[in-house]
């Protein structure tokens, strides 16, 4: 366990497609590039990530004094088939200097423990990582060598905590639904997780930057909503993009004016 | 003429939950929730937002209910319970719905507290969705929307009578 890791990106790109968590303010300063949405993951007592996940998320008590960490992530919320709107032609990504945290810790993921961060450093199928002894080492003694991005953006995750807790006791309170669904997906054996809205977030947060907000993720909703109209594996992806930019619609208008439902139509193709 | 009123009381639109929602107060507390449903049938929001108790108007999540709105076709509001105590009560209801080609229905419990005069929405104590059986309704079967009414005399048909 205690063996040195090596790691070097060899920029092939292939990280940069589907879902990309992001911090809460990652996720508002790229609002006019990702649509975003809210990914919960529910994991069970006795998972090796629960004490973490229950530090920067939020846990949930079921009947029979069990209970669920939950993690809630504002996410670019992109199908796996789908590249990062940034990843340039060349595999590299454009907007490098100012990339998302989750992006700049890569291939470490301070959501987890540190002691499991070696197991994180595996490539995944398709990945063309070098992990060669001819890379550089970055793991090493339990600990990440270079480790200021890492604690960056654990530091934001922990700052955050409050407002995502705030958000789940919403939810938990006005969405039901949410716990049945949640409780689901923490009994399945592979993870699988619940989508939210980006609305709800900001209702839940009193977010006083709704209007702007709104706005800015009219034109990338529709966008990814058009992308993905009539392919049914991405069904569920194109439902959301939809009923978001009806959203969003209203609360980009809310300010203005004082809008009925007859007056936030969605594109219907 | 007359236009039914969604609710499913079986009166006029213009006596039942029109005045409510044009802002007269609701005199029961059923009388709202009724108020409550049908202003999502017309799409007056306004109505829902303004009838939430103070403490609890800002978490109204009004993007996600305009949506809604548009979204869902109604099928029928059915009040199951409703206990008062004092200046508090509490209501069960089945509201009923289509949603992306499926018939769907919650039951609800929700809290409801008279201020000044007001029946208000306090929270929901608990809420159930459930797939709705889909069977066909028979002209002669009564509506799946509670009023008692035969299909085809109520929500089956235009709900515009002379
Ligand atoms: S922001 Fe850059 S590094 Fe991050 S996923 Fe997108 S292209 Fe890749
Ligand atoms: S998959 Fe590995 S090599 Fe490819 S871009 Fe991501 S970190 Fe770099
Ligand atoms: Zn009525």
Known sequence: ?269 | MMTLCPCGSIHDYEVCCGPIIAGTPAPTVEALVRSRYTAFVKCALDHVERTHAPEVRDDFNRADAERVTQQYEWRGLEIRRVTETGDTAKVEFVVRFRREQQELSTISVSGFRRDHGQWLYVNTESSQIAPQRVTKIGRNDPCSCGSGKKAKKCCGVALEVK
């Open chain 1, 1 to 269: 366990m205690s063996a040195t890791r090596h790691f070097q990106c060899t920029i092939c790109g292939q990280c940069c497609y589907g879902l990309l968590p992001l911090t809460c303010k990652d996720a508002f300063a790229n609002a006019a590039r990702f649509p975003l949405g809210f990914v919960w993951t529910a994991l069970r007592q006795g998972s090796k990530d629960y004490a973490m996940t229950a530090t920067l998320g939020t846990t949930l008590t079921l009947a029979h004094r069990k209970e669920l960490a939950v993690m809630i992530t504002p996410t670019a919320y992109l199908p796996k088939s789908f590249p990062c709107p940034a990843l340039g032609d060349d595999n590299r990504c454009s907007i490098h200097l100012n990339k998302p945290s989750r992006c700049r810790t890569m291939p470490f993921y301070p959501y987890r423990d540190e002691r499991y961060q070696a197991e994180l450093l595996k490539p995944r199928l398709g990945w063309a990582c070098d992990t060669s002894t001819a890379a550089p080492v970055v793991f090493k003694d339990h600990q990440i060598v270079l480790r200021d991005d890492f604690d960056q953006e654990r530091q934001a995750l922990l700052e955050q905590a409050p407002v995502l807790r705030r958000y789940a006791d919403y939810m938990f309170k006005y969405s039901p639904w949410l716990v049945g669904a949640l409780t689901q997906a923490s009994s399945q054996t592979k993870t699988r997780s619940v989508v939210t809205s980006l609305s709800s977030f900001l209702t839940a947060t009193r977010n006083a930057d709704a209007g702007r907000l709104a706005r800015l993720q009219l034109p990338v909703l529709n966008d990814y909503a058009t992308r993905t109209g009539g392919d049914a594996q991405l069904a569920e992806f194109h439902q959301n993009y939809r009923n978001w930019f009806q959203e969003m619609t209203y609360l980009s208008q809310r300010l203005d004016a004082s809008p009925t439902c007859a007056d936030a139509s969605v594109r219907s193709d």
